[in-house]
């Protein structure tokens, strides 16, 4: 089984489009949890853009015991007014995982994983950090990242890897008329994440997965690379259930993932 954690970013970027309370992101949690959902992610960013740091402290108060709250963020992120940083976010919150994120301020989203070669010194301390609070910790690397040993000697545990390339391939080679160019992409790009995945998993780490999945490549992706413990998905499942609704939504992602 794969467990299923739903991001609620959109819907905090909903609300602050118009400002108010509405929609809440912890009310959408706890519809998706009452669906079946087993973990909910959020990644506040500096600038506040979409989820905040109260956000955080309300679903960490208010989510039920044996959902899994996992945050993600930029762990050398500054501090700056309404943002006290990923670990105080994870020491106030007390989350059962935390993903590193190496992303920048200007990103729209997330769009690469860290380079084992280049994470600074201070990324063992940072990762000590978060463990002795109680969070696991997972990073976030790029598809056909097979160097994780750093990773492990560091104290990781997981890995998240970016499918972002995936579902962009999924999507070019959609369709019967698709070139076979196409599908080829479409391929190597499952072969680089689960190039990764083999090598965490030889390792010892555990394998996550995220970005840009929905329900039209999920499956296939599930089967292509063995042994996800869990994805997160935002982005998708909440433009799907503008249409079909939430609940049934998030049960056909259940469907997907074995939950």
């Not at 050398?76 to 020491?91: D, K, N, Q, S, T």
């Not at 390339?165 to 080679?173: I, K, L, R």
């Amino acid at each position: 089984m794969t467990v299923l954690s739903v991001n609620v970013n959109k819907i905090a970027v909903l609300r602050n489009s118009r400002g108010g309370v509405l929609p809440s992101p912890l009310a959408v949690a706890l519809l998706c949890v009452e669906a079946g959902a087993r973990g909910i992610t959020v990644h506040p960013r500096p600038d506040a853009r979409h989820i905040t740091a109260a956000d955080v402290a309300e679903l960490a108060a208010k989510l039920p015991a044996g959902i899994e709250l996992n945050i993600e963020g930029n762990p050398f992120a500054p501090p700056r007014p309404g943002y006290p940083g990923l670990i105080a976010l994870v020491e106030q919150a007390r989350p059962a995982q935390v993903t590193f994120v190496p992303d920048g301020d200007g990103q729209i989203t997330s769009d690469h994983g860290f380079d084992p070669e280049a994470c600074p010194p201070s990324l063992v301390e940072q990762i000590g950090a978060c463990r002795l609070l109680g969070a696991r910790v997972s990073l976030f690397v790029g598809p056909g990242e097979t160097e994780l040993e750093l990773f492990v000697q560091a104290g990781a545990q997981r890995i998240e890897i970016y499918t972002g390339p995936y579902a962009e391939a999924w999507a070019a080679a959609a369709g019967s008329a698709a070139a076979p160019a196409a599908v080829q992409a479409r391929e190597d790009a499952l072969s680089a994440c689960r190039r990764t995945a083999a090598s965490a998993q030889a390792l010892g780490l555990g394998v996550n997965a995220g970005h840009d999945l929905s329900q039209q490549n999920l499956a296939a992706f599930l089967s292509g690379v063995p042994d996800v413990l869990e994805v997160s998905i935002g982005h998708a499942l909440v433009a799907e259930a503008l249409i079909d609704g939430l609940a049934p939504t998030v049960r056909r992602y259940l469907s997907l993932t074995g939950g």
